[in-house]
T-cell receptor
């Protein structure tokens, strides 16, 4: 079954503002990954955070993971119009053979 | 890293027909997965393509509708059989690595 709830479902901000997206999941995980998708095109891998990590940075991206709450957040700082896309979290669960379960996604719109 | 290609990139098909999607990885991988992304939705796992044995299907997906082949460690096919307009989606294949899961660019299918 699918797991992973993301909120908000849609987020609209001005260029330069920060965007925070949240993801919750249901089962124990090996890692959690965040992806970006522009207008129904291919998926772009953003960042992977392992279950024993609490925070990870990559450029303007900051990801946190709280395994006790089964939740993660993606923060994009100083957003740009080019960040406009759909963002998905995906979990790699224990004993799941590497298959990913995706959240419902957050549609981010950054207005210039 | 792995590079994954898919063919065709898009197709428009008549209902009742079948389409076979090919997925090629540029290196040998143990696991390959097939996902479906319906319009405006997130990704849903269809099945795990196992090399040398039958695919393992997720709940709601059956072999008669989505037969899968995995003849070797670099190639897999997904057939969408007896198509209906509800099968209009993007179909993506993927292969995991320790650092991320690599996705193909997707096949955009429209069924009329």
């Amino acid at each position: 079954s699918q797991q992973g709830e993301e909120d908000p479902q849609a987020l609209s901000i001005q260029e330069g503002e920060n965007a925070t997206m949240n993801c919750s999941y249901k089962t124990s995980i090996n890692n959690l990954q965040w992806y970006r998708q522009n207008s129904g095109r291919g998926l772009v891998h953003l960042i992977l955070i392992r279950s024993n990590e609490r925070e990870k940075h990559s450029g303007r991206l900051r990801v946190t993971l709280d395994t006790s709450k089964k939740s993660s957040s993606l923060l994009i700082t100083a957003s740009r119009a080019a960040d406009t896309a759909s963002y998905f979290c995906a979990t790699d669960g224990h004993n799941q053979g590497g298959k990913l379960i995706f959240g419902q996604g957050t549609e981010l719109s950054v207005k210039p | 890293s792995a590079v994954i290609s898919q063919k065709p990139s898009r197709d428009i098909c008549q209902r009742g027909t079948s389409l076979t999607i090919q997925c090629q990885v540029d290196s040998q991988v143990t696991m390959m997965f097939w996902y479906r992304q319906q319009p405006g939705q997130s990704l849903t796992l269809i099945a795990t393509a196992n090399q040398g044995s039958e695919a393992t299907y997720e709940s709601g997906f059956v072999i008669d509708k989505f037969p899968i082949s995995r003849p070797n460690l670099t190639f897999s096919t997904l057939t969408v059989s007896n198509m209906s307009p509800e099968d209009s989606s993007i179909y993506l294949c993927s292969a995991p690595s320790p650092k991320e899961q690599f996705f193909g660019p997707g096949t955009r299918l429209t069924v009329l």
